[in-house]
């Protein structure tokens, strides 16, 4: 009686659209907030383009990292987890869970470990940006967080509990907002405006917001064992596998969805090494560190917006047809993978004419003290279109199973 009580208590579970409407709105929330300290930065005085360029370097470096600890875990970890709960095999898919969870704490903690005794050697050799070392060393916790916080996003997302990952991703983005604003004015105020020094403290606030967002996780998490041990009491065609093969087929399948992520990595950690180094030919230093913080700036965080929406689609995607897969359900595939092309086309087109056709009045009102950059948007904004449908096709295309084919592709396209 009591297991029968827990169950009728338990929340149901959200539609496909509830989840993608979630996601969506959390994204929106997120790229706001995210405007918000954009726009403080690039407008601070000692910080602006200059300051913008020391912490895209720094980035860069840490976003390879993150992409090979965790990148291509949510969506690996909701695809495996969605396909046991859809044949009723709860307790193989909270085991799986468990151990993917201790895996990629290993993988997470070393990515860690690399960014911080490497920072000093990155950042002077490779980068040839010695400002960037703190930015670095201040990133490099975030790795770990990040990596265990994509195993529980994966797993809440093949449980249908979307929310649970757009909520940590917006109190992140909120605790990155806030405390960027904050440790950048205390440390103006010490280091008497030193725009090193103020971007080591904007990226020490994403460590923070990242610990924060992991924190909402083990809470809701914690809130929902009662519901997921009376699932696991009521399994069915339970399929034991080994410790080792599970960590097999998650790697198996996060690999290959990681691998889109780090051929975009590597190609912006190409302009990192590349693009200073190459203007300090033909400018001064200051000038040419602007001009990177131009692009990596303020192009590609209003790039990225619509893009940042258009993920809720692909994120939902691959939990949904992977179940609808188990379950040899070929119309909802089908009618869930042509309803989220028809919206991303929706999505991704007035943005790219929008840029392209407006981009120095956006920029002129949104950063009026560092304006400078129309043509660099207007470039980069033709991109959208093509990128935003891209995200959609590898949604589909992961969860149902052809795991290789958004990496080939893009491989292909760097020819």
């Not at 151990?99 to 050697?121: D, E, K, P, Y």
């Not at 840029?355 to 949104?366: D, H, N, T, W």
Request: aromatic share 10%; charged share 15%; proline share 3%.
């Amino acid at each position: 009686m009591t297991n029968i009580k827990e169950q009728e208590k338990s929340p149901k579970k959200e539609t496909f659209m509830q989840g993608v409407i979630t996601l969506i709105f959390s994204q929106v929330l997120i790229k706001l907030l995210g405007l918000i300290y954009t726009l403080y930065l690039t407008n601070r005085e000692g910080f602006g383009d200059k300051g913008n360029g020391i912490v895209a370097a720094g980035y860069q470096i840490y976003a390879m990292l993150l992409t090979i600890s965790s990148i291509g875990v949510p969506n690996a970890i909701s695809k495996i987890v969605s396909e046991r709960i859809a044949v009723g095999d709860y307790k193989g898919a909270h085991r799986i869970f468990k151990i993917a969870f201790a895996t990629f704490s290993v993988i997470g903690l070393i990515g860690s470990l690399m960014l911080f005794f490497g920072a000093h050697l990155i950042s002077n050799y490779w980068l040839q940006i010695p400002e960037a070392e703190m930015t670095l060393v201040a990133l490099s916790p975030a790795i770990f967080f990040v990596a265990i916080s994509s195993v529980m996003r994966g797993y809440f997302n093949a449980r249908q509990n979307i929310k649970a990952t757009a909520r940590s991703q917006s109190i992140e983005q909120v605790f990155k907002t806030s405390l960027t604003i904050i440790l950048v004015e205390i440390i103006a105020i010490i280091s008497n405006v030193s725009t090193q020094w103020m971007a080591g403290g904007a990226t020490l606030a994403t460590t923070l917001a990242t610990f924060a967002g992991f924190g909402y996780l083990y809470l809701f998490y914690r809130t929902r064992q009662s519901e997921i041990a009376a699932e696991i009491k009521s399994t069915v065609n339970y399929k034991y596998e080994r410790v080792k093969t599970i960590i097999i087929r998650i790697l198996t399948v996060s690999i290959p969805i990681a691998l889109t992520a780090i051929m975009s990595s590597l190609n912006k950690n190409i302009d990192s090494f590349t693009v200073v180094r190459s203007l300090k030919q033909f400018m001064s230093e200051d000038m040419a560190l602007s001009q990177y913080g131009i692009l990596g700036g303020k192009v590609d965080m209003l790039t990225s917006l619509p893009l940042s929406i258009n993920v809720a689609f692909a994120t939902a995607l691959v939990p949904a047809i992977s179940a609808a897969k188990a379950k040899k359900d070929n119309e909802t595939i089908t009618q869930k993978t042509s309803f989220s092309l028809l919206i991303s086309m929706l999505i991704g087109l007035p943005c790219t004419i929008g840029m392209c056709v407006f981009a120095g009045p956006i920029l002129s009102l949104l950063f009026p003290n560092a304006s400078s950059g129309a043509v660099i948007l207007q470039i980069s904004a033709l991109t959208i279109i093509f990128t935003i449908l891209d995200q959609t096709i590898n949604g589909a295309l992961q969860g149902y199973g052809k795991l290789m084919v958004p990496a080939v592709a893009l491989r292909m396209s760097e020819y």
